[in-house]
């Protein structure tokens, strides 16, 4: 399976911005569908972001359209995300997943599409 490990969470005011970054391990990341899921205490797990190997594709859920952006270095095996105008509701740990290898018809936003994830990484935005 392919490793995942998230850096970049930490404690920010509302109206920073962060940036996460998801390292993946083996030699098979530029053939992945990538995305970030986030939970907050008590609540499910979301959709946050998710990004294609095919070069252009990406989405966001409504809560973080025109606030994140999503953009992976297939040199470095890296995902990362960009958070700006941070809001407290965006506190949540965030995690890092990937999908199945050149997939065409990725759901993105539905968790069962991803068969690695990272640890987290816990993203605090204070009011």
């Known amino acids: 399976q392919v490793q995942l490990v998230e850096s970049g969470g930490g404690l920010v005011q509302a109206g920073g911005s962060l940036r996460l970054s998801c390292v993946a391990s083996?030699?098979?990341?530029?053939?992945?569908?990538m995305a970030w899921f986030r939970q907050a205490p008590g609540k499910e797990r979301d959709f946050v972001s998710g990004?294609?190997?095919?070069?252009?594709?990406?989405y966001y859920a409504d809560s973080v359209k025109g606030r994140f952006s999503i953009s992976r270095d297939n040199a470095k095996n890296t995902a990362y995300l960009q958070m700006n105008s941070l809001k407290p509701k965006d506190t949540a740990i965030y995690y890092c997943?990937?999908?199945?290898?050149?997939?065409?018809?990725?759901?993105?936003?539905?968790?069962?599409?991803?068969?690695?994830w990272g640890q987290g990484t816990q993203v605090t935005v204070s009011s």
């Open positions: 083996g030699r098979t990341f530029a053939g992945l569908p």
């Open positions: 997943a990937a999908g199945r290898i050149f997939s065409t018809s990725t759901r993105y936003a539905a968790s069962s599409e991803y068969d690695s």
């Open positions: 990004i294609s190997w095919r070069p252009g594709y990406t």
